[in-house]
């Protein structure tokens, strides 16, 4: 838990407690405000560690009975006893030092089923997991060297040696630690972010760290950008420079900015000369169009035609005569149009001799 000073309750945006003077900050959060978030932050590491290896063997001509059901019953110490000193027997020796003790976990039917867990016990190393791995196989060899031999004397198996069933013998090669690194991880990492936080080495020592953590083995190349936690996990943050856009999910593309604006500036410039020629060719579709207008107005008067056109007035329906409103409806309706109108040429005919 990090104090944070200078603050008031209004400021602290990750805070537990305050106390008149100071913020308490969350566990994973740091900063005047506690606004910022912890990357990394030692573990405790204890000086030995211990883990166990689960075997089950199978021990024969022994009869299972419900005395062995009853962990205080003399049958069952009898038993376990027997098992442990054979196994210590077993185990011992000076290429398993790390060996402490067997604990019986259940015995079941068929025959008498022994679930055990072999103790293994070494001081911590930041290569503890390798050591322990390596450990694993030899309590695998030599459980199986021991199960494996064939038992010849019944009676003695039924009474004073333990005999076994090879075939029936099981090793669980996941190794369990008596120390959760994870767990002590998960609960001092800050709250909305624990499932990003995992334990590595940094600088020789374990540490709780996410992938925005500097010097880790998975930590996230961001290249020229930086590496951010976020809700929805570590995100890269890209820079935006006076010549560059970098962008992509670590940062790994560039746009040259100078190219960027040549570009546009080339676009920008096609645009404007295809806006200026469209106006001239419009501009020259319009006159043409009225000069051929003009050219149809002007073509009678060219042709030289003697005579002249008179207004012989309209035609006047019967029923239009004397209906004055009927007229001024009809006149004041007329449009003339010549769309249609097709007139034939006046022939000048001459007087006959």
Known sequence: MTVSRWSTP???????????QECICAPGFFGEECQSLSYSFPLDVPNVINATVTVIVKVIHRNFTPDLNNVSSQTYQDFTKEFKQRMDQVYGGDDLTAYREVIIRNLLNGSI????DVVLEVNYTPEYQQVFS???KIVRSKIMNETSVVANDIPKCQDSILCYNGEATRVNDTVKLGVNFQEQCTQRAAKDFAKYYYVDEVDGKLACVTRCTPGTKSQLNCNLGQCRLQRSGPRCLCP?????WYWGETCEHSTNKSLVYGIVGGVL???LLLVIVLIIFLGRSQRKLHRQEY?????????GIPGTFQNMGFWEDKNLQGDRYGRENVYSHFRPSLGSLHIQRPEVVTGVP
Do not use: I, P, R
């Open 113 to 116: 089923v022994v679930d055990n």
């Open 295 to 303: 050219d149809v107005s002007q073509e009678w008067q060219k042709e």
């Open 10 to 20: 209004a400021q602290c945006q990750s805070w537990e407690m305050w106390d008149g």
């Open 240 to 244: 935006n420079t006076d010549t560059h």
């Open 134 to 136: 390596n450990l694993s």
């Open 269 to 271: 410039a096609v645009l």
